[in-house]
């Protein structure tokens, strides 16, 4: 099964990173030689404890009375005052006191991410608290940055795709000998049968249409089914294992339900399981047609 989008997946690890120790006129000549506004900060020990934006450093210079536009606390995490200072004037800014560290201009508070919390955990950590960069986080050390623009290309790319929903093949067997077909692979693979909806014969007597062959066989596999609903029971919704047999263009057509994209929208690692195995098995059944 398709493993869904992460952070990591996404995140640019390209992050400058200061120690807290670091003397903030070396900070200030940081941000110009790397053209950046903001840095998370790290102790001794390689953990994160804030962040540091050139607004820190304006606060803490002979320009910390100029006004400061910002729409949220610590700036690093949001754009907006920058148009106010460029970074080229850092090169002019003088400290009010010698000896100044990071850890005494620093931000404490941190926005961040597990670099294993799903995409959709991180735009709505953005879009709640009206941030721009998230960091991403493992065991308490930062590994990458998320971006607004990071999260718009991967809305540019589309929907991540977790598999065709169907798994298919087209056979030269007979429509009836299809049928017969998936019914022995479906039990020699433990599933049982548990609905069948002929779709011709119903679009006739409903819509009075005539159609070609479409029987839908509702397949159920008792200790997959029972694993999944236990693990959430919302999945009851995507059940049965829907196995379809038809005849299109003169050809016969099986196909499968996939699991993987089935499940996948449930965002649940013991459902990855099922959906592997369940999935496995039934590819098995449209296999067995093949040829």
Not at 31 to 46: H, L, Y
Not at 70 to 86: A, Q
Not at 173 to 188: G, I, N, P, Q, Y
Request: contains cysteine.
């Amino acid at each position: 099964m398709t493993r869904k989008l992460l952070a990591r997946d996404i995140m640019n690890p390209e992050v400058i990173k200061v120690r807290e120790e670091m003397p903030v006129n070396e900070l200030g000549a940081l941000f110009t030689s790397q053209a950046i506004s903001g840095a998370p900060v790290e102790n001794s020990k390689g953990a994160l404890v804030g962040v540091v934006s050139v607004t820190d450093i304006v606060r803490a210079t002979s320009m910390g009375g100029r006004e400061v536009v910002t729409t949220s606390e610590p700036n690093f995490y949001v754009r907006g005052w920058e148009e106010e200072v460029s970074l080229d004037e850092l090169g002019e800014l003088h400290l009010e006191e010698e000896g100044l560290l990071v850890k005494d201009i620093m931000t404490p508070s941190v926005f961040a991410v597990d670099h294993d919390a799903p995409i959709y955990h991180v735009a709505e950590s953005m879009m709640e608290s009206h941030l721009h960069r998230l960091l991403v986080v493992e065991d308490d050390r930062v590994i990458g940055i998320i971006s607004t623009s990071d999260m718009l290309q991967l809305l540019g790319k589309g929907t991540p795709d977790l598999g065709d929903v169907a798994l298919k093949t087209t056979t030269d067997l007979s429509f009836d000998d299809a049928v017969e077909r998936c019914r022995e692979s479906l039990a020699a693979g433990g599933f049982g049968v548990l609905t069948e909806i002929d779709i011709q014969a119903t679009l006739k007597k409903k819509l009075d249409v005539d159609t070609e062959p479409f029987l839908i066989l509702g397949a159920c596999h008792p200790p997959s089914a029972y694993k999944a609903i236990s693990a959430a029971p919302d999945v009851g919704v995507l059940l049965p294992c829907n196995v379809t047999v038809s005849v299109e263009g003169g050809k016969t057509v099986v196909r499968a339900m996939n699991p993987a994209t089935a499940l996948g929208v449930l965002e649940s690692d013991e459902l990855e399981e099922v959906g592997a195995e369940v999935g496995a098995a039934l590819q098995q059944v449209v296999d067995s047609v093949s040829g």
